[in-house]
């Protein structure tokens, strides 16, 4: 008796499908990339706009969301007068008049995007006293004592300060002090003891 023929082998199985890359893929990792790439712009410029407390954080936030707002610039002048007073009190001269600076730059950025003639008044006025206290401080970093001599240059850009802010409208108290301090650094500017004298 014949033997049974042997079946015909059975053909292979179909290896699985190669898994596309797309389907390997986390659903979760283009977001997070994505979320990466914004925080780290984010932190380079939190570090490159070195602020100098909490709220200052806050507000750049709000300037990076919304450039044209008036709001947080003049909220950043502010901090910046801030961060120079407490400088000033720490005897730190030089750090106030740089904080001064950039507090300039902000309440010129917050008047260039105020959008009535009030925020415009606002903004003005805080750039001038912000001028101010700067020229200020560079009169009190100028001026010697009675046995030194003085710094003309510094006291010279004082009064150039003075005379850019007193060019702007500004409130008649605003006005008055600037009248003040114009009058103190031309007196200072004068030669050996005739700034003691009256005019």
């Known amino acids: 008796m014949d033997a049974p023929a042997p079946a015909p082998p059975a053909s292979a199985a179909p290896p699985p499908p190669v898994a596309r890359r797309s389907e390997l893929r986390d659903p979760w990792v283009p977001p997070g990339l994505a979320l990466l790439v914004v925080g780290t712009v984010l932190a380079a410029l939190l570090y490159r706009a070195a602020p100098q407390s ?27 007068v801030n961060a120079a007073q ?27 995007r105020a959008s009535d003639s009030t925020q415009v008044r606002t903004a003005t006025d805080l750039w001038a006293n912000v001028v101010l206290d700067r ?23 004082a009064m150039v300060a003075v005379n850019r802010a007193q060019e702007a409208p500004l409130s008649p108290a605003t ?25």
């Open 54 to 80: 909490a709220a200052e954080v806050r507000s750049s936030a709000l300037v990076a969301v919304a450039p044209d707002a008036f709001t947080p610039h003049l909220s950043r002048a502010r901090e910046r």
């Open 135 to 157: 020229a200020e401080l560079m009169l009190a970093s100028g001026a010697g004592p009675w046995y030194q001599m003085d710094d003309d240059q510094v006291l010279k850009e």
């Open 86 to 112: 407490r400088a000033r009190a720490a005897g730190d001269t030089a750090g106030a008049i740089a904080r001064l600076a950039e507090g300039e730059q902000e309440a010129l950025a917050a008047r260039q």
């Open 175 to 199: 006005r008055a002090r600037a009248a003040s301090l114009d009058e103190r650094i031309r007196r200072q500017l004068r030669p050996g003891p005739l700034e003691w004298l009256p005019r």
